[in-house]
């Protein structure tokens, strides 16, 4: 793909630019829209939403032919992830809840989903994407900070709701503010120390996630770069990011547990 | 790298997505998995109690089958002794009937001996009679000399015991 210099530049920014539709002067305009809160990026959100239908669709065809009597190899397989996530939820999580147990499972299955999308060859997509004349495609939403925070977004407004409803709104507030240092004059050095550990909560979690399989994804755009020697580099690497897929799945899955415990029992 | 409206939508399908996960995903699932647990603890259970059944019967067959093997020996045992009641009594009855028979047989023969001995000791009498008639040449009348007759019988036969 790439040929030398600037053009090795231009090839990684290439891959790593989303196709993004904006509002602009009262017209849709595609990929000029830098700095405007009012753009979509079309390729996350597109690959975001078919992952998380394939979650739904696959998990629904099980649930709905679920058998108590032998299971078959799809089902045995979807019960596998089922019941790790629940025990993961039994271990960490003691109160009771409809929510958090689906939650961790959709968090968890969709995100290794998004992740696994790291490991088709970089150039695949964007390739026969080009083909049919869309200019940019990137195939990994985890690698866009839009979409692990508006899912950091969600788990946070999940840990102020639960925070508020198991302490009640006074509780919450003494929290925040009698803690670490109970004294009327500590006050606003607690209400910063607890507020930054609050707000750091979905940063760290989605800046993680992030963090993680953006730089993956531009290892293997690297890795693209080589030529023929992208062959067995392209394969170590991709055997490596399959922990690391697996794994960012796992911690996303359970740190959200864990805060949202947290929410639930209080210091 | 842009903030924008993504972050809005993925927010959104998020919550569609959880949201149809908790509501038919999530409960079907677990309860058939739960449903499963259940019914393999109750297959361990009533398989546990089959086993502890089982060995408990073993345990009556093993019962019953030591009392028959009692009961077998003590049956042989009373007949091995009833048995040698039997032979000990027939070998009783054996014995005395032979010995009854060879009393008798002895009997039998004493009374043939004494009448034999009876028998000579009159032709004895008699030929003693006739041999001294004969020397006196005059007939010795038996009916005179019945009493000499019998007593001289009678000394022959005292002196003779056992000779026939």
New interface residues.
């Given amino acids: 793909m790439a040929e030398a210099g600037h053009s090795a530049g231009s090839y990684v920014a290439h891959h790593l630019q989303n196709l993004?539709v904006?509002r602009a002067d009262g017209q849709w305009v595609w990929n000029h829209?830098?700095?405007?809160?009012?753009?979509?990026?079309v390729d996350?959100?597109f690959f975001?939403?078919l992952l998380?239908l394939v979650?739904?669709t696959l998990?629904?065809r099980?649930?709905?032919r679920?058998?108590?009597?032998v299971?078959g190899r799809l089902?045995t397989a979807?019960?596998v992830i089922?019941?790790f996530v629940?025990q993961s939820v039994r271990e960490t999580f003691h109160g009771k809840s409809?929510?958090i147990?689906?939650?961790a499972?959709?968090?968890f299955v969709?995100v290794f989903l998004m992740n696994m999308m790291d490991l088709i060859p970089v150039d695949w997509l964007p390739g026969a994407a080009g083909l049919i004349g869309v200019p940019y495609l990137k195939v990994v939403?985890t690698t866009?900070?839009?979409?692990t925070?508006?899912?950091s977004?969600?788990v946070f407004i999940l840990i102020v709701f639960y925070s508020i409803k198991v302490k009640g709104l006074g509780g919450f507030t003494r929290e925040l503010t009698l803690q670490p240092f109970n004294h009327w004059l500590a006050i606003p050095f607690n209400l910063i120390l607890e507020g930054v550990s609050l707000l750091a909560k979905p940063v760290s979690l989605s800046l993680r996630l992030f963090g993680n399989l953006y730089a993956g994804e531009l290892i293997f755009i690297l890795i693209g770069l080589l030529g023929l020697w992208q062959l067995p580099l392209h394969f170590l690497w991709a055997v490596f990011h399959l922990l690391i897929v697996t794994l960012q799945a796992f911690i996303f899955m359970m740190l959200t547990i864990v805060y949202l415990s947290l929410a639930h029992e209080g210091h | 790298?842009?903030?924008?409206?993504?972050?809005?939508?993925?927010?959104i399908?998020?919550?569609v997505?959880?949201w149809?996960?908790?509501k038919?995903?999530?409960p079907?699932?677990?309860?058939?998995?739960d449903?499963?647990q259940r019914?393999i603890a109750d297959g361990i259970a009533a398989g546990e109690r089959g086993q502890q059944e089982l060995a408990e019967a073993r345990n009556g067959a093993e019962q019953v089958l030591q009392e028959a093997r009692q009961k077998a020996v003590q049956v042989v045992d009373i007949a091995h002794r009833r048995s040698n009641e039997l032979i000990g009594e027939a070998k009783q009855v054996a014995v005395a009937e032979g010995e009854r028979l060879v009393t008798a047989a002895r009997a039998e023969a004493g009374n043939e001996t004494l009448r034999a001995r009876d028998g000579l000791r009159r032709e004895l009498a008699a030929l003693v009679v006739a041999g001294t008639g004969r020397l006196l040449g005059r007939e010795v009348d038996a009916k005179t000399h019945a009493a000499l007759l019998d007593e001289l019988a009678t000394e022959l036969g005292r002196q003779a015991p056992g000779n026939g």
């Fill in positions: 993004t904006c829209c830098a700095g405007n809160f009012q753009a979509l990026n996350s959100m975001s939403i998380g979650f739904l998990f629904r099980v649930a709905v679920a058998t108590t009597g299971p089902q979807v019960e089922v019941g629940n409809e929510l147990a689906p939650l499972l959709t968090l969709w939403p866009d900070v839009n979409v925070f508006g899912m977004i969600s | 790298m842009d903030i924008n409206l993504t972050l809005i939508g993925q927010t399908a998020m919550i997505f959880v149809f996960c908790m038919f995903i999530w079907p699932l677990i309860r058939a998995i449903d499963r019914q």
